[in-house]
């Protein structure tokens, strides 16, 4: 039997300033923890989690996730999510995105 294993990938890097526009000055970068680095990735994603606070008036949120730095190389196109605001904290948010 052909076990594959089930990595949880986080990245606890701030972006602030999120506009409206694609700003690659605004990415984040992920560690798939791949050895070597530059082995292929081959599996699925079904769940991101984006953690937002200080949210003026914006109501969704939309995600790109690319293989390479210049964003041509696009693994989930543009992919859009609700804004939810915490019940006891309102200036934390959270949005997610089903990646299937």
């Known amino acids: 039997m052909n076990m594959k294993a089930i990595n949880r990938v986080t990245s606890r890097t701030a972006v602030t300033g999120v506009g409206s526009s694609f700003d ?3 990415r984040i970068d ?7 680095p530059s082995q292929s990735f ?5 769940l ?7 949210i003026n008036a914006a109501a969704n949120i939309t995600l790109r996730l690319c293989r ?12 859009q999510s609700d804004i939810f605001t915490g019940h006891n904290d309102s200036d934390k948010r959270h ?3 089903c990646a299937q």
Not at 30 to 36: G, H, K, Q, S, T
């Open 42 to 46: 081959e599996g699925y994603m079904s």
């Open 68 to 79: 390479d730095t210049a964003g041509d190389q696009m693994l989930i196109t543009d992919t």
């Open 24 to 26: 690659l000055a605004k």
């Open 30 to 36: 992920i560690d798939m923890e791949m050895f070597p």
């Open 95 to 97: 949005g997610n995105l």
């Open 48 to 54: 991101i989690t984006l953690q937002l606070s200080s």
